[in-house]
């Protein structure tokens, strides 16, 4: 796996992690991360597919992730679909097709950018262990025994009641802190504590938690498996049912991280790239 960098509209250099399809692919996959820029699992996620699917993997570290401040923030809530857009549109012009994916988080981020941004730049969208947004009900009910991650659920309240008020610099309060790797490939990597900012958290998924009025669902696959520790299969399947988005598809018995690197991830994700490939883009 190699490490580039694509520049964004205002200059800043995003890094991006790339595994190379053996032949030269027609299509590439975007995989946005979730919470944390941890990418073992992914990279080994990504090297699987190139191999098998003669797809070119992209793994872009995303704004306020990738610098080793310890404190992370975005200026605007638009900036995550801005910089998505501009990756889609780099790698577009080295590739036929450009599938949109995301993993967890990662996977509200992409929801996000269908409703903001719309399909032009997309072949197909994935959503894998999607945590689409906090307040859908389809957790799991538990306490977190792992201590290393923190949210402030005060904080955030009080945040989004002063930034709906005018008072644009509460989206800069630290509301969540998360350790983070200083080298993301590597397990054994030394870490530090990150602070996540209101405005950086909330811009990774939809302004309104049920309001999914220009998403585009036609090419897109949802992946999940029934061990994940944070998303609920059934609950999550009950629910994106109601609102009419594509029937998950289950992974049988893979956990949040370990449905990455699954057969089943592989079939669904050779799905996509083959309807994209055969004319069935959501270009609109």
């Known amino acids: 796996m190699n490490l580039t960098s694509v520049y964004m509209r205002d200059g800043t250099l995003l890094p991006v992690y790339k595994t190379l399809a053996p032949a030269d692919p027609h299509h590439a996959v975007v995989m946005l991360h979730g919470i944390t820029t941890d990418m073992d699992t ?5 090297e699987q597919a190139a191999d098998k699917l003669n797809t070119t993997v992209y793994l872009p570290v995303l704004r306020g992730y990738h610098h080793n401040k310890r404190k992370a923030t975005i200026v605007r809530t638009s900036q995550f679909d801005e910089d998505i857009e501009d990756l889609l549109r780099h790698f577009q012009s080295r590739h036929s097709f ?9 996977a509200g981020n992409v929801l996000r ?4 941004k719309g399909t032009a730049e997309v072949s197909a969208s994935f959503l ?3 945590f689409l947004h906090p307040a859908h009900p389809v957790f799991h009910s538990f306490e977190s025994d792992n201590k290393a991650y923190t949210i402030s659920l005060k904080k955030a309240v009080a945040a989004g009641f002063l930034t709906r008020m005018g008072l644009s610099s509460a989206g800069h309060w630290k509301i969540a802190e998360i350790p983070i790797r200083t080298h993301p490939l590597d397990s054994r990597s030394a870490t530090y504590r990150k602070q996540l900012s209101f405005r950086l958290l909330t811009s990774r ?24 520790e944070v998303v609920d299969f059934s609950k999550l399947d009950s629910f994106l049912k109601e609102y009419r988005f594509p029937e998950v598809t289950s992974a049988g018995a893979e956990d949040h991280m370990s449905v990455l690197t699954s057969r089943a991830f592989l079939e669904s994700m050779e799905q996509a790239l083959q309807k994209a490939e055969a004319g069935h883009s959501i270009h609109q």
């Open 205 to 228: 998924f939809i302004t309104r938690p049920t309001d999914f009025q220009g998403i585009s669902t036609e090419n897109m696959h949802i992946l999940c498996g029934k061990n994940d």
């Open 98 to 106: 450009v599938t949109l994916a995301g993993h967890s988080m990662g």
């Open 42 to 46: 992914l990279a080994a996620s990504a």
């Open 113 to 116: 950018y269908l409703q903001e």
């Open 128 to 130: 894998a262990a999607p």
